[in-house]
């Protein structure tokens, strides 16, 4: 089947919603696919709460992702018993988790995504192709001139529109399309990077985590049949972690970061009475793993509408570094072993792993495969940190952000900002070959249109981890919210082109154009810039 549209979206992810719905405002016509049957990526399918700076309640996020945090808000406070306390709580985070201000089902996610796209659903203005994939990239020349995608099922549709945007979790267009690009670690001389290696390695990329959702039922036992590979995963001492057993609580410190501690873990199913600091900051060195990334937390729901609290196992000791996830020819088997992983760490979590009161193992951990929505209990997809980034015509170096080189100077300032992000850290997890890339902290940041704009290829957009950084500053321009916004400006660069009759190299090259296109993002309610007293 042939479909024709304004802005063809292949990847259903944050930056895919974003510009969508940036799309769709500005009158357009807008197919997304997306490889799961949920919306929302890191989000929903990979079961990852929203990721954000300590700024978020008050600045650094755009208008229309301030909305979709709300609407989760929203959606607790109709839908579920919450305390009195906790439905009076403007900033109420439904899991209490350190790790994220708002820590909740990712099936409310779903929801409330869904609820954003309904009305253009309705108007027959958007179609959404779920479990699908594309399989092949037609060019003219500069130009992407169809997308060919395949559903599950075997149906095969090609996808034409005068803009593409990528925003596959591993830019799988990039790849398909023959658009220039990198993957993995660059070299001091590709980028001019002070923390960059001597050498470059395009298959040295952070690993992925396979999560998964767990309770604990004191007193059951909901132990997991015994995996055919346990005795390779809990014996495994990966060279990327210095010797350290990969199924264990403790993690030493990384070489390449001065200041931070070696970690011992804690998990105390169902805590009580932590006080939660949102400032990552403060983490220290023994973080309860508990509340790490709670999506529930009892209290502040009435008793007895949960069980026991539920939580998201996002942990250090399901970063899976055996290999990368694309880019080889064993990537099928790599993805196999991911998920292998989890599922060890899941049974070491309820037979080996070491108690405080001498013991091992909590036998009354259970699969919450209900909150993936997935047959196996896992999530629908592999969390990504690292995908195929374009060579944009400008590519976002540590030294615009770091404050190891900015000092208390802030993050470089662009004249084509089109939106802003921030993270605690430039944070980077260890990687598929020596484990030890640069991280340090980041200065609030901007956006640069320069960045998302590729060399070459006219109209192809990245829409995700894709963009026009490094592997180094991909560790803060990947989280939920920066996403989110290189999406919106992603999709409405691409409803401005067709309006004014112009297109992305233009705008970029022209400071009136580049102004014009700020007001509209402006208008759309996107933060260009931050207060400039702000500071990591």
């Not at 089947?1 to 799309?23: N, Q």
Request: glycine share 10%; charged share 25%; net charge negative.
């Amino acid at each position: 089947m042939d479909i024709s549209c304004d802005i063809a979206i292949i990847g259903g992810g944050m930056g895919a919603v974003a510009a969508a719905l940036a799309a769709l405002e500005a009158g357009r016509r807008v197919v997304i696919t997306d490889p799961t049957d949920w919306l929302g990526g890191q989000l929903t399918s990979q079961l990852v709460p929203s990721d954000e700076h300590r700024y978020i309640e008050t600045d650094g996020a755009n208008r229309s992702y301030r909305r979709l945090r709300d609407g989760m808000r929203d959606y607790y406070r109709r839908n579920y018993p919450l305390t009195a306390e906790a439905a009076a709580d403007p900033h109420l985070n439904p899991g209490e988790a350190w790790v994220s201000p708002i820590s909740m089902d990712p099936r409310v996610g779903v929801a409330v995504i869904d609820e954003l796209l309904a009305p253009w659903r309705s108007s027959d203005r958007l179609q959404v192709l779920m479990r699908t994939v594309p399989v092949a990239v037609d060019t003219d020349g500069d130009l992407v001139t169809a997308v060919r995608v395949r559903e599950e099922a075997g149906t095969e549709h090609t996808l034409s529109a005068p803009y593409v945007l990528d925003a596959t979790e591993f830019g799988d267009l990039l790849e398909l399309g023959a658009v220039e690009h990198v993957s993995g670690r660059e070299s001091q001389e590709q980028t001019g990077e002070p923390s960059a290696w001597p050498t470059a390695d395009p298959l040295d990329m952070q690993g992925v985590s396979w999560c998964f959702a767990i309770e604990h039922l004191d007193g059951e036992n909901h132990t997991i049949d015994r995996p055919e590979d346990y005795e390779h995963w809990r014996d495994l001492h990966p060279p990327q972690l210095d010797g350290c057993p990969l199924l264990s609580f403790a993690r030493p410190a990384k070489k390449s970061e001065a200041n931070e501690p070696e970690r011992m873990y804690r998990l105390t199913p169902n805590i009580e009475g932590e006080t939660i600091d949102l400032d990552h900051r403060n983490m220290g060195a023994e973080p309860e793993l508990w509340n790490y990334r709670r999506i529930a937390a009892r209290r502040h729901f009435t008793p007895g509408f949960y069980r026991s609290d539920v939580v998201v196992v996002n942990w250090p000791q399901n970063d899976y570094i055996g290999g990368p996830l694309f880019g080889v020819p064993d990537a099928e088997y790599h993805w196999q072993q991911a998920k292998a992983l989890s599922r060890s760490l899941l049974y070491w979590l309820q037979t080996d792993a070491p108690r405080p009161d001498g013991g091992t193992g909590w036998p009354g951990i259970r699969l919450r495969g209900d909150v993936a929505g997935t047959a196996d209990g896992f999530a629908m997809h592999p969390y990504v940190r690292e995908s195929r980034r374009i060579l944009a015509q400008r590519t976002i170096v540590e030294q615009d952000l770091s404050t190891k080189f900015r000092g208390d100077g802030g993050a470089e300032r662009y004249r084509d900002t089109v939106g802003t992000g921030h993270y605690y850290w430039i944070d980077r997890h260890r990687t598929t070959g020596d484990g030890k890339g640069a991280g340090g902290t980041p200065h609030p940041f901007e956006i640069p249109l320069s960045a998302l704009i590729p060399r070459r290829v006219r109209n192809l957009l990245p829409a995700g981890k894709n963009i026009g950084t490094t592997t180094i500053t991909n560790g803060s321009y990947r989280l939920h919210p920066v996403e989110w916004s290189i999406g919106e400006a992603v999709g409405a660069l691409a409803a401005y082109c067709l309006d004014a009759g112009t297109e992305p190299h233009a705008v970029s090259a022209s400071d009136t154009a580049v102004e014009d296109f700020q007001r509209l993002l402006v208008a759309r309610g996107v933060q260009l810039r931050w207060d400039p007293s702000l500071r990591w």
